[in-house]
């Protein structure tokens, strides 16, 4: 059974950063695509960073691109969301996600079977 479970989030200030981290256990890390996505109050869940099996594509929201970047290290089964220039808007649960994908250089945006529980992020002075 595949499983997820995000850290790092946290209150930081506007202009801030933060680091999540989610750890992947089961399934066969080498063959998810993985994402991070985030969902706030009374919106809808979007898709804000994801990174293809072999880590070479990376495809990000407008919302976020230049500010945050998506990594992964097959070694130690994590994926991770360097986020930087925070803003209020970014307030949110962010969920990680993985998915089989047998295409190597695909960062798909939908079909994901496995989610994390979620973290709170909270950009506020």
């Known amino acids: 059974q595949v499983q997820l479970v995000e850290s790092g989030g946290g209150l930081v200030q506007p202009g801030g950063s933060l680091r999540l981290s989610c750890v992947v256990s089961?399934?066969?890390?080498?063959?998810?695509?993985l994402a991070w996505a985030r969902q706030a109050p009374g919106k809808e869940r979007e898709f804000v960073a994801v990174i293809s099996r072999g880590g070479t594509v990376r495809n990000y929201a407008d919302s976020v691109r230049g500010r945050f970047a998506i990594s992964r290290d097959n070694a130690k089964n994590t994926v991770s969301l360097q986020m930087n220039n925070l803003e209020a808007e970014d307030t949110a649960v962010y969920y990680c996600?993985?998915?089989?994908?047998?295409?190597?250089?695909?960062?798909?945006?939908?079909?994901?079977?496995?989610w994390g529980p979620g973290t709170q992020v909270t950009v506020s002075s």
């Open positions: 996600a993985a998915r089989s994908n047998t295409v190597a250089g695909a960062v798909p945006t939908s079909g994901y079977a496995y």
């Open positions: 089961g399934g066969t890390f080498g063959t998810f695509a």
